[in-house]
C-alpha cells in the first residue's frame, strides 16, 4: 500500500511513546507508523500487544544514538515525519549516572536532528510538508516556589480548566518564555537537546516543534516513578518511600490527554513554536499518595486508609524541585486542545490498570519481559 505519510515515533515502546504509538496506528490508518526502540530496561514491547499486527505498524530496534542506522532508514523509508520520544527518563537515575543521559538525550536528539537534515535536504522539495517534533519536559524550567502572599496560605485557585482540581500552590506558573533553569543531570540533558532542535530550525530552517510536558500518569508506566511503584507497593503492603516531608509539588496529567495533545500539535502546531502541555491539576506528593492508598484499598475490598502505616519518610532527592506548574493557555487557546479526564476519574482508571494487569507488572519488575520480547525480537 502506498501510504500518506510515513512516520518514525522514537521510544515508542516506552511509557508515553506507547500510547503516542497507538493513537496514531489506530487513527491513522494511512500512515505508516514506524516504532523505533532501542528496548532499554523502560521499553516494553509488551504495551503495544494491541497494534503490533496492524498493517500499518512496524518496529524497529534501534539506538537513537546510531547516526549512520538512522540515516539509513530515513532514505529507506522516506521518513517525512519525526515525533521525538526516546530518552532515559528518570530524575534519581540521572542523579546516579548522568553520562548516560547525556549520551541518549543530548548526542541521540543531534544524530536524529542530524540525519533527518541531511537526508530532507537532498530531496527536491527539501523541507516541505516535513516536521520534527521533540517531546520535551517541563522540569528544563527549573522550579516553581510556593509562593505566599500576605496573609494567605497555598492552595490559591487556578486558571479554570476541566480538571477537578482548581488549587494551585504558588503564584507563578511556567509559561513557554520562562528562562530554562534546570536543576537535575536529566532536566540538564533535555534542556540542551530542546536547544540543538531550536537551533536546527534558526540555522538550517528545518521545521521543529518542541513540547514541555508535565508529570504523566496512567498505564504502562515504569514502576520505578512514584505513581505505578506506589500503587505496587501498597497492594503488597511493602514500604512507601516518601521523599523529603512529601511536600513537593507535581502537575499531573493523564498520558492519553498528552498523546491527543501530540497527535493536535503534530498536525496543526506552528512550526519553529513551543508548547506547554498540562492540565492545571496541582497535587503534593502526599496527597496524592494519600488517593493512592484509599483507592487500591477500595478496589482491593480492603477498609480505605486501612495501609497509611505505610508511609515512610526517606532521605529527600538529592536538588528535589519544590513545585512544577505549567500554563498550557497558549495550546488550549491557539489548537483547542483541553485534557479530557477529571484527575479523580484518571487516578480510578490507573489504579484499576495495575490491579487488573499484574502481569504486566509482575514482568516488569522481574526482568522478564526483555527475555521474553528478546526471544520475539530474535523470530522476526
Ligand atoms: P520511558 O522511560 O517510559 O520510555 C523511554 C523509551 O525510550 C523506552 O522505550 C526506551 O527503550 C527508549 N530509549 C531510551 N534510550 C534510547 C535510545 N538510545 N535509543 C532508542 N530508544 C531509546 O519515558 P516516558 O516517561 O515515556 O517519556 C517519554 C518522553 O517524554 C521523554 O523524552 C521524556 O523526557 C518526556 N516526558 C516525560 C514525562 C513523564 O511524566 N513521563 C513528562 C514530560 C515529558
Ligand atoms: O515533570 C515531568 C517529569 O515528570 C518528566 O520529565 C520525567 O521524565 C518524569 O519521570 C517525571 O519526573 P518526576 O521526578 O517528577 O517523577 P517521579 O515519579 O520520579 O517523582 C514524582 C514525585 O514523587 C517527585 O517529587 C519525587 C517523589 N517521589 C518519587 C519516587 C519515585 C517520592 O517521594 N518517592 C519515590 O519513591
Not at 43 to 55: H, M, Q, S, T
Not at 277 to 296: M, P, S
Request: glycine residues 6%; hydrophobic residues 35%.
Amino acid at each position: 500500500m502506498d501510504y500518506k505519510r510515513t512516520i518514525v515515533i522514537t521510544g515508542g515502546a516506552g511509557f508515553i511513546g506507547s500510547h503516542v504509538v497507538r493513537l496514531f496506528v489506530n487513527k491513522y490508518p494511512e500512515y505508516k507508523v514506524i516504532n523505533l526502540d532501542k528496548l532499554t530496561y523502560a521499553g516494553n514491547l509488551a504495551n503495544l500487544k494491541d497494534v503490533e499486527n496492524a498493517p500499518n505498524y512496524s518496529f524497529v530496534k534501534m539506538d537513537i544514538c546510531d547516526f549512520d542506522a538512522f540515516y539509513q532508514l530515513m532514505k529507506d523509508e522516506h521518513i517525512d515525519g519525526i515525533i521525538h520520544l526516546a530518552a532515559e527518563s528518570h530524575v534519581d537515575r540521572s542523579i546516579k549516572d548522568p553520562f548516560c543521559f547525556a549520551r541518549t538525550n543530548v548526542m541521540g536528539t543531534l544524530s536524529l536532528l542530524q540525519a533527518a537534515k541531511l537526508y530532507w535536504e537532498s530531496l527536491p522539495e527539501k523541507y516541505e510538508g516535513k516536521r520534527f517534533y521533540h517531546i520535551s519536559t517541563d522540569e528544563v524550567y527549573g522550579a516553581l516556589e510556593m509562593t505566599h502572599p500576605e496573609g494567605i496560605e497555598p492552595p490559591f485557585s487556578t486558571k479554570a480548566s476541566s480538571a477537578s482540581h482548581h488549587e494551585a500552590y504558588g503564584t507563578d506558573f511556567f509559561y513557554e518564555d520562562t528562562r530554562y533553569n534546570p536543576h537535575s543531570p536529566y532536566s540538564a540533558a533535555k534542556a540542551s537537546s530542546d536547544h540543538f532542535v531550536r537551533a536546527y530550525h534558526d540555522t538550517y530552517g528545518m521545521p521543529t516543534i518542541v513540547t514541555n510536558c508535565s508529570n504523566n500518569y496512567g498505564p504502562n508506566q515504569f514502576p520505578e516513578k512514584l505513581i505505578p511503584l506506589f500503587i505496587n507497593n501498597i497492594r503488597h503492603r511493602k514500604a512507601l518511600p516518601v521523599y523529603g516531608k512529601g511536600e513537593n509539588v507535581r502537575d499531573w496529567l493523564y498520558v492519553e490527554d498528552h498523546a491527543r495533545a501530540i497527535d493536535t500539535i503534530f498536525h496543526h502546531g506552528r512550526v519553529a513554536e513551543t508548547y506547554n502541555i498540562g492540565g492545571f491539576n496541582e497535587w503534593k506528593n502526599i496527597d496524592i499518595i494519600k488517593v493512592l492508598i484509599n483507592t487500591v484499598d477500595r478496589l482491593l475490598g480492603r477498609e480505605e486508609g486501612e495501609d497509611l502505616n505505610l508511609i515512610t519518610y526517606v532521605t529527600d532527592r538529592l536538588g528535589h524541585d519544590a513545585r512544577y506548574a505549567i500554563d498550557s493557555t497558549k495550546l488550549q487557546k491557539e489548537l483547542g486542545w483541553e485534557p479530557s479526564l477529571q484527575f479523580e476519574e484518571g487516578i480510578e482508571k490507573t489504579v484499576r490498570w495495575y490491579l487488573d494487569n499484574q502481569e504486566w507488572m509482575d514482568n516488569v519488575t522481574s526482568g522478564e519481559y526483555e527475555k521474553y520480547y528478546e526471544s520475539m525480537y530474535a523470530k522476526r
